[in-house]
């Protein structure tokens, strides 16, 4: 494993530690913030099956194939989500980060922000990466927002890529940052962390 080794990453707001069974009560709880589980265009754990998602992610870290982060607040001192290197290309040197869910009360703070910066900051200065993918429904316009507002570009639209939940098709929305844009998406993410926002 040691192109995906284990790691904890750590800012002034979130640490990203490696995901254990140990923490399934903690996340289901972070989960029914907002019940997450319930919007039809994502695949996010409902609290009772996180259990069974943690083993599904650590399984995949058995494989090689995924290195599965829980998202703490340090402000909170609790676990508020969930995030992963994913669909991992060690050839190419190339990863996703995706599986991403974050309890409702710390959406639009600075965790994710913090987060993506040290996700990023990981994979193209430790990694190498030559690019990192994000990935999310065309409907979940929220994510897309997101995604735009750190920098990434948009790759392209994957239509009828796979199914939701419910067994509708749904199509993806591929974006990326290349390791040459990286520098200029750092300095963003930076700046964004430094300007003031309302408490959470």
Partial sequence: MGWLAPVTLQGTHVALELLAPVMADELSAAVRDGELWKLWYTAIPAPEKMGAEIERRLGLF???????????SLAHRRLVGMTTYMNVDQTN????????WYAKSMQRSPLNTEC???LLGHAFEKMECIAVEFRTSFFNQASRNAILRLGARQDGILRSHQRHA???LRDTVVFSITAA????????????????????
Avoid at 184 to 198: D, G, I
């Fill in 166 to 168: 419910d067994g509708s």
């Fill in 62 to 72: 058995e494989k090689g194939s995924m290195l599965p982060f829980a998202v703490r």
């Fill in 181 to 200: 844009e990286w520098p200029a998406v750092k300095m963003h993410l930076q700046f964004q962390l430094s300007r003031p926002r309302a408490p959470q």
């Fill in 116 to 118: 993506k910066l040290l």
């Fill in 93 to 100: 040197k190339r990863v996703e980060i995706g599986s991403t």
